[in-house]
């Protein structure tokens, strides 16, 4: 069974850095990819962005190109989604996302990460 | 990017009632369509991938049907636990996109 754990909520004061993490288990972590979802308190869900978990290459959606970095650690099973600088409007849930293990479009979510940002 | 759009926003209906929620796109996705149901503080549950094929667990009164550019969720007889907020999301295109939610209340 695929399974995504990712890190507890974060609160963060404007300016500050942040990196939440998504471990996965239960598939091969260097097959297909791992991507971050966000949504907003109240609003729906929005595709951030993706990474290549055999090559680590990166895909952003134009929306959020320049505003967060995703990486992965192979070696621990863990993708990440980062922000050096954060702002008020980052203050949402965010999910990471992969294909199933068996089935490409029975997709497996993580169980989210609040971030909580005040200025 | 394709648009996905819901309808209606939100739908009122009574426990054992027939729910039917619309995702129309705005391109072909061919059978790249995926149903979830989200619940306040959870993450979404998939219910439907490609377009009809029910994922693991998911009871049967939960169906999925259509291709292309038009797809229906149905719930047969609804259930007090079904009361919830339903997306529909694509995979032909990059991006994937969300639609912007069904929002299925109680009567």
């Known amino acids: 069974e695929v399974q995504l754990v990712q890190s507890g909520a974060e609160v963060k004061k404007s300016g500050e850095s942040l990196k939440i993490s998504c471990k996965g288990s239960?598939?091969?972590?260097?097959?297909?990819?791992i991507a971050w979802v966000r949504q907003m308190p109240g609003k729906g869900l929005e595709w951030m962005g993706v990474?290549?978990?055999?090559?680590?290459?990166?895909k952003y959606n134009p929306s959020f190109q320049g505003q967060v970095a995703i990486s992965v650690d192979k070696s621990i099973s863990t993708a990440y989604l980062q922000w050096s600088s954060l702002e008020a409007s980052d203050t949402a849930m965010y999910f990471c996302?992969?294909?199933?293990?068996?089935?490409?479009?029975?997709?497996?979510w993580g169980q989210g990460t609040l971030v909580t940002v005040s200025s | 990017e394709i648009v996905l759009t819901q309808s209606p926003a939100t739908l009122s209906l009574s426990p054992g009632e027939r729910a039917t929620l619309s995702c129309r796109a705005s391109?072909?996705?061919?059978?790249?369509l995926t149903w979830y149901q989200q619940k306040p503080g959870q993450a979404p549950r998939l219910l439907i991938y490609?377009?009809?094929n029910r994922a693991t667990g998911i009871p049967a009164r939960f169906s999925g049907s259509g291709s292309g550019t038009d797809f229906t969720l149905t719930i047969s007889s609804l259930e007090p636990e079904d009361f919830a907020v339903y997306y529909c999301?694509?995979?032909?295109?990059?991006?994937?996109?969300f639609g912007q939610g069904t929002k299925l209340e109680m009567k």
């Open positions: 990474i290549s978990l055999s090559d680590s290459g990166t």
């Open positions: 999301q694509q995979r032909a295109t990059w991006p994937d996109t």
């Open positions: 391109q072909s996705v061919s059978s790249y």
């Open positions: 239960g598939f091969s972590f260097t097959s297909h990819w």
């Open positions: 996302v992969r294909p199933g293990a068996h089935v490409y479009g029975e997709y497996s």
């Open positions: 490609d377009a009809s």
